[in-house]
């Protein structure tokens, strides 16, 4: 009884010290969201960021699921921050869309915790992102900024045409802005994240108490 009472205590202590960190990953994540990079093929909303790297790194230390509660955490403290234009279905697909590319990732590594199984992870998630971004676009993120702003998805699109001469409808936009958007996001992400995730990792699971 009392080994069961000492089990459980230790338990709760780990789950408090895990979303402790996965609270601390997510305040990292705002914040990095603040630095936005225009990029030269895109138009102006769409900017580059590097908010995943930190949920990333959570995913790879503490699973999935801790990815996804990351993702979350990020989202709404950003929702409080800045509020919304769409009543949160612009932030509900920004969840789901980073959501494509951490859990897939944090799935294959966790498989066998190797180096290459976290570079075929971070592929994976890339992959999930650049297919699920496209359609999530094309589908909910472009129409309902349309109607909120009370604008055409035709205005939307000719302001990718300005920057871009090869976009002139919806599907050479998803193809010549989203797609490239998310690819460059998806790689340099993964990038950072292979670069910085050993050395966090091992903070991380030495307070959370992961071996």
């Not at 960190?21 to 769409?46: D, H, R």
Request: contains cysteine.
């Amino acid at each position: 009884m009392i080994q069961a009472k000492d089990r459980q205590k230790a338990i709760t202590r780990l789950s408090v010290k895990s979303m402790t960190i996965m609270a601390l990953l997510g305040a990292l994540a705002v914040v990095l969201m603040l630095f936005e990079i225009p990029l030269w093929f895109a138009p102006s909303f769409y900017e580059l960021d590097f908010s995943e790297v930190p949920v990333l790194i959570g995913a790879f230390a503490l699973g999935p699921v801790a990815g996804m509660i990351i993702e979350l955490i990020k989202i709404l403290a950003n929702l409080v921050i800045t509020g919304t234009d769409t009543a949160g279905i612009g932030e509900f697909a920004n969840f789901l869309i980073g959501c494509s590319i951490v859990v897939p990732a944090a799935m294959v590594y966790h498989r066998n915790k190797t180096f290459k199984n976290a570079i075929i992870g971070l592929i994976t998630g890339t992959a999930c992102l650049v297919v699920l971004g496209g359609l999530m676009n094309a589908f909910v993120l472009l129409p309902v900024y349309a109607y909120f702003f009370n604008i055409p998805v035709d205005t939307l699109i000719d302001m990718g045409t300005k920057v871009n001469k090869s976009i002139t409808d919806m599907s050479t936009f998803i193809f010549y802005a989203v797609v490239p958007f998310n690819l460059l996001k998806g790689v340099s992400v993964s990038l950072i994240t292979l670069l910085v995730y050993k050395r966090i990792s091992r903070v991380i699971k030495s307070i959370a108490g992961i071996k």
